[in-house]
């Protein structure tokens, strides 16, 4: 199995990256994780984690955070820590992801100027051809934020907005992170249970009740 690197920025979304985690421990995968400056500030307003400015506390709260046996498969880093093994391509991984990434994050790595080690590690990717997947969160995008994607799209990297669907009719906030998560894997080739998958359109029954202004 591989080792993959999920980097923690700023943006609003990190159910997502809880979800990841998970996801990729379960089905087999170590992880190492780091936040950015940012980012744990909006770790602890949305999961009431507290990792420290940096990140520095990350490594004591994981067991707390993801429960014992996920944290057995994850290796937490500060964001300053630039000698951990995802900022060297000489430390096989099987790809980076950013989730959430903030717009900040984009430009530095679009730009390839690495303030901290989430940036080192999407660089890494880029240089050494491996996989990196950045799942922003930001609406509505701006010339500039269009124009970093275009840029990272061409160098190799994959660019998926966290937006869910709801063809598959969710049920809970869960349901809808686990669908973003899931077409992240699905790009990783991960094999994984989350979400629902397409098999078509639902056919109603009949016309009555439907109201026409829906169908317009």
């Given at each position: 199995?591989s080792r993959?690197?999920?980097?923690i920025?700023g943006?609003?979304g990190?159910r997502?990256?809880?979800?990841?985690?998970v996801?990729l421990?379960?089905?087999?995968h170590?992880?190492?994780?780091a936040l950015?400056g940012a980012g744990?500030?909006v770790?602890?307003?949305?999961?009431g984690?507290d990792?420290g400015?940096?990140g520095?506390?990350?490594?004591?709260?994981?067991e707390?955070?993801?429960g014992?046996?996920?944290?057995?498969?994850?290796?937490?880093f500060?964001?300053?820590?630039?000698?951990?093994?995802a900022?060297?391509?000489?430390?096989?991984?099987?790809?980076?992801?950013i989730?959430p990434c903030?717009?900040g994050?984009?430009?530095?790595v679009?730009?390839?100027?690495?303030?901290?080690?989430?940036e080192?590690?999407a660089?890494?990717?880029i240089?050494?051809?491996r996989?990196l997947?950045?799942l922003?969160?930001?609406t509505?995008?701006?010339?500039i934020h269009l124009?970093n994607?275009l840029?990272l799209?061409?160098l190799?990297?994959v660019?998926?907005?966290c937006?869910?669907?709801?063809y598959?009719?969710?049920?809970?906030i869960?349901?809808?992170?686990?669908?973003v998560v899931g077409?992240?894997?699905?790009?990783l080739?991960?094999?994984?249970?989350l979400g629902?998958?397409?098999?078509g359109?639902r056919?109603p029954p009949s016309?009555e009740?439907?109201?026409?202004?829906r169908?317009?």
């Amino acid at each position: 199995m591989s080792r993959y690197f999920v980097g923690i920025t700023g943006a609003s979304g990190h159910r997502y990256a809880e979800r990841m985690i998970v996801a990729l421990v379960r089905a087999g995968h170590d992880v190492d994780v780091a936040l950015t400056g940012a980012g744990a500030k909006v770790f602890l307003h949305e999961l009431g984690v507290d990792a420290g400015a940096g990140g520095e506390r990350l490594p004591n709260v994981l067991e707390g955070w993801l429960g014992s046996e996920v944290a057995q498969g994850v290796r937490a880093f500060a964001s300053d820590e630039v000698g951990a093994p995802a900022a060297s391509g000489t430390a096989l991984t099987g790809g980076a992801i950013i989730v959430p990434c903030s717009m900040g994050t984009m430009a530095r790595v679009a730009a390839g100027f690495s303030s901290n080690l989430v940036e080192r590690a999407a660089d890494v990717a880029i240089k050494e051809g491996r996989r990196l997947l950045l799942l922003p969160r930001e609406t509505p995008l701006s010339e500039i934020h269009l124009e970093n994607m275009l840029k990272l799209a061409r160098l190799g990297a994959v660019l998926m907005p966290c937006a869910p669907g709801f063809y598959h009719h969710p049920e809970s906030i869960d349901d809808l992170v686990d669908h973003v998560v899931g077409k992240a894997l699905d790009r990783l080739g991960i094999e994984h249970g989350l979400g629902a998958r397409w098999r078509g359109l639902r056919q109603p029954p009949s016309d009555e009740g439907i109201d026409p202004r829906r169908e317009a």
